[in-house]
């Protein structure tokens, strides 16, 4: 059991995640990408409200996603860059509250901030927001409220998430967290905490994947 005084940060994380070539769904296909459109070509993004889409050559590789009636903030697809099939899983039994790639934490101050109803806990944001955005790369940062419903928010975590797109066959998410206690917080043991990803079933060892 930890506890952490009002106002003092304490988790600053930088997690890179890459994704290697994913195999072809037709056997037969070349692995090679389509030549990039005039339209489309490169990397390119778009927001509508709390949802922002990242695509290379007009294909999705992600979308981060932050609505309010989410339990927490979660980035899916995150595709594999010759498919476009995704890696991860936005939810899948026995664990269906798992989203793809995201931040969480159970037992913060008696709240529940990984799985389980709203009224536990919920990880709200204030909005994402575009960052620089050049030709290979873009950033995504956003500042989020972990609170029960009708109750003053106990943690505080300001992220940002970079987007980096090296090749045609390669991409990388790097995802930094500032995490803040805003009270006196106590984080019990758990095995359900942080940074996390549900991978897709069937590239998982019960699935058949490697």
């Not at 050559?57 to 979660?74: D, E, F, G, M, T």
């Not at 109803?117 to 919920?122: E, I, L, N, Y």
């Not at 505080?156 to 987007?163: F, K, L, P, T, Y």
């Not at 917080?185 to 991978?199: I, P, W």
Request: proline share 7%.
């Amino acid at each position: 059991m930890n506890t952490y005084r009002s106002r003092r940060s304490f988790l600053r994380a930088s997690i890179a995640f890459a994704t290697p070539i994913a195999l072809a769904a037709d056997p037969n296909a070349s692995s090679v990408p389509a030549p990039a459109t005039r339209e489309g070509g490169g990397l390119t993004t778009y927001q509508l409200g709390p949802v922002v889409w990242v695509r290379w050559n007009n294909r999705v590789l992600i979308a981060y996603r932050a609505h309010h009636s989410q339990k927490y903030p979660y980035i899916f697809p995150v595709a594999g860059p010759v498919t476009g099939l995704s890696l991860t899983s936005e939810t899948a039994l026995p664990w269906p509250h798992h989203r793809s790639l995201f931040f969480g934490c159970d037992r913060v101050n008696g709240g529940n901030y990984w799985q389980e109803d709203f009224a536990t806990g919920q990880i709200v944001s204030n909005g994402p927001k575009l960052g620089a955005v050049t030709g290979r790369s873009v950033e995504i940062s956003d500042a989020c409220e972990w609170r029960k419903p009708d109750a003053a928010p106990v943690m505080r975590d300001e992220r940002v998430v970079r987007v980096t797109v090296p090749n045609e066959l390669l991409y990388t998410i790097d995802w930094t967290i500032r995490w803040s206690a805003l009270t006196d917080v106590t984080v019990q043991k758990t095995n359900h905490s942080l940074f996390s990803l549900r991978a897709a079933a069937d590239i998982t060892p019960l699935g058949g994947g490697a």
